[in-house]
């Protein structure tokens, strides 16, 4: 194995334990915003299932690299933060969720590279956990995706800024969705 191989997959390792820890937080921060709604239900899928698979990708890499993935994670946790408290706040609803949708994405696209690299490198099982990441996630991604739609059927909620989505009841969501 080259060093510079060695160093990609670490760096590999390091961005995807930031993306998958934004993929469990803030999506559950998205959909608690949003409420019970479709496209929140999508979000919940999504970060249940990068719990789901945290298990595995830290066996398989945190005796490793323990600093590097925890500062990883912080990253993930610090970028959450920062979109909950100052960006999202921000943007429409809608734009905030499409702005999720792009991160998850990017971590979809970091789990290719990290398989390939494996591949590469003989990590047979860190192969095999992208690989099943992959294909679950995008399954998940598409139906998220797919919900899109709600928004253009409801542009009412579409156009609310997340601040003023914060200050709004589950109840009120729940009426003004209905409407």
Not at 62 to 72: L, T
Request: aromatic residues 6%; charged residues 30%; contains cysteine.
């Amino acid at each position: 194995m080259s060093n510079d191989l060695r160093k990609l997959r670490e760096k590999l390792c390091r961005e995807l334990a930031q993306s998958e820890q934004a993929a469990s937080v803030h999506t559950r921060r998205e959909a608690h915003r949003l409420g019970d709604v479709l496209p929140a239900d999508k979000l919940r899928a999504i970060a249940a299932h990068a719990e789901y698979m945290r298990p595995r990708f830290d066996s398989l890499v945190v005796h490793k690299q323990p600093a590097g993935i925890r500062a990883g994670r912080l990253a993930g946790e610090l970028f959450s933060a920062l979109r909950q408290f100052a960006f999202d706040r921000m943007l429409s609803a809608e734009r905030s969720y499409r702005a999720t949708l792009l991160g998850l994405k990017h971590g979809l696209d970091c789990a290719r590279l990290l398989r390939e690299v494996a591949r590469r490198d003989e990590r047979v099982r860190l192969h095999r956990f992208c690989d099943d990441l992959i294909a679950e996630r995008e399954v998940l991604i598409r139906d998220a995706e797919q919900a899109l739609v709600w928004f253009a059927a409801r542009p009412e909620i579409a156009s609310l800024s997340g601040a003023r989505l914060a200050l709004m009841s589950s109840d009120q969501l729940r009426q003004l969705a209905a409407s």
